[in-house]
């Protein structure tokens, strides 16, 4: 069996001298952080040295993870897909988030074109602090015509400057777009090599140094095979594409091949599959007369769960906003360290213009909490203070009965940010979810304390009813 990557069988390899140029105390803590990812094998000065180049190497292979990591693009222009080390995120932080790129069809006029790359590029939505954005562009060749596409990719790499992939089966089609579509110095993901074109494809991939895409629609072992003999012959960016089949059993047969390649590659240290995975749910677009709002739904729907069984790329159709933002909500849930609460650093807060005579009202630090906290309340006009309490990133109700959330931390706030200096009145409102603290904050603090509501939408009319100052 090959050697596992565990604390000990790391640090056997470091030099083990405790010499601190990692900006960490010894080795040992070191070999942790290289386990969890929070530092590379480039963070240890010592290691560098031509005496420890053995040990370079084999710390080098003993913390790659099991599926490789695949760069499509050039310079800040960059995706990175796969990287994965293991199967449930619970085990250990995922990395690389599924990379989701946009179609763009060469039989749409050039109008559109452009309009749709500037679209996908410009993408940009707000949640918890966070902005999702689309990543790449995909440039289909619907027509068959290889000139066509080349002026198509052209005119894609003009109007946009995110990652691209080549989608065409022809390769003649590949090589006229890489020659002649402005985009072989862009290195685009080539899709994709079949048991019928791989030798083309591959050579493309070659002569331009492009990763490629290997397609073998519902077949896991026509998949092994055409991965041997691209590596035998020196390709090793590649993607792997089982199909996306998206009606009845067809789509329990394809959920089940992402699943058995990803454990095939994790558990039992298959070479032969451990590469991204890429999946397209704009399949379900295929068809005469779909209704547009059903068929959003539907690619939404396909492509969370693609996305929540292994799959490293995505290529939808869609760019209706209520149907990218649950897969782009579930991809940044999915790809947050399970480990550690999502946070906003604890303080003061000054919503719009608030007065000696303004709310002062208290949140945790929460991201979700905090920033429907502080959207509610400016979309709302309120000018107040919002004071955010360190819950150790922990919601309201949680962190109340966790004991994260307390008196005595309401005290240390008001302190640390002067909150008795800003307002003449000493009235707090906090979170109905919080009420059972009312007491003990009003004897902490010798404030009065409203217990406000329940959700941060009727703070308004709460404060209309209730904030008085005599």
């Excluded at 608030?354 to 309340?377: G, M, Q, R, W």
């Excluded at 240390?412 to 707090?428: A, P, Q, T």
């Amino acid at each position: 069996m090959s050697e596992k990557a565990t604390l000990l069988t790391v640090y056997q390899y470091l030099p083990q001298i405790n010499c601190g140029e990692c900006d960490v105390p010894s080795c040992m803590v070191f070999a942790s952080k290289l386990l969890n990812r929070e530092a590379t094998l480039e963070d240890c000065p010592p290691l560098k040295d031509p005496k420890y180049k053995v040990q370079m190497a084999r710390l080098a292979e003993l913390l790659a993870p099991p599926i490789k990591e695949v760069a499509i693009g050039v310079g800040g222009n960059v995706v990175k897909i796969g990287g994965k080390e293991v199967m449930y995120r619970h085990e250990l932080t995922y990395h690389n988030p599924t990379a989701i790129a946009i179609d763009v069809s060469d039989k749409m006029d050039d109008k559109k074109i452009v309009e749709r790359c500037k679209a996908v590029e410009a993408f940009t939505l707000v949640r918890i602090g966070e902005y999702l954005k689309l990543d790449m562009i995909a440039a289909r060749c619907a027509s068959k015509d290889p000139e066509r596409f080349a002026l198509v990719t052209s005119l894609i790499a003009r109007s946009c400057k995110l990652p691209l992939i080549l989608c065409s089966f022809d390769p003649k089609v590949l090589k006229v777009a890489l020659e002649k579509g402005e985009v072989a110095d862009r290195r685009p993901l080539l899709y994709a090599a079949t048991e019928d074109n791989w030798k083309e494809v591959s050579e493309l991939s070659k002569k331009y140094d492009c990763p490629m895409a290997v397609f073998a629609p519902n077949n896991i072992t026509l998949l092994k095979s055409l991965i041997k003999t691209l590596e035998a012959i020196g390709i090793h960016d590649m993607v792997m594409d089982l199909g996306a089949y998206t009606d009845g059993r067809l789509l329990k047969e394809t959920i089940n091949n992402l699943v058995m390649v990803r454990r095939a590659a994790i558990q039992r240290s298959d070479k032969d599959v451990n590469y991204p995975i890429m999946a397209i749910p704009a399949t379900v677009w295929i068809g005469d007369k779909l209704d547009p709002m059903t068929t959003s739904y539907r690619e939404a729907y396909i492509a969370s769960l693609f996305m929540n069984r292994y799959a490293d790329l995505l290529i939808m159709h869609t760019l209706d906003v209520w149907a990218l933002l649950p897969v782009l909500t579930l991809r940044q849930n999915i790809y947050t360290d399970p480990r550690k609460p999502v946070s906003v650093e604890a303080g003061l807060r000054t919503i719009g213009s608030p007065d000696t005579e303004a709310p002062v009202l208290l949140t945790t630090n929460f991201s979700l909490t905090y920033y429907t906290v502080a959207n509610d309340i400016e979309s709302s006009g309120i000018d107040c203070y919002l004071l955010v309490v360190d819950t150790e990133g922990l919601a309201v109700e949680v962190s109340v009965a966790g004991g994260q959330f307390t008196s005595a931390g309401v005290k240390d706030l008001f302190s640390s940010v002067g909150i008795e200096e800003k307002v003449k009145h000493r009235k707090l409102v906090i979170p109905g979810l919080a009420a059972r603290l009312k007491g003990d904050i009003e004897d902490t603090t010798n404030w009065e304390v409203l217990v406000g509501p329940r959700d941060s939408s009727q703070i308004k009319g709460f404060l209309a009813k209730n904030w008085t100052i005599n």
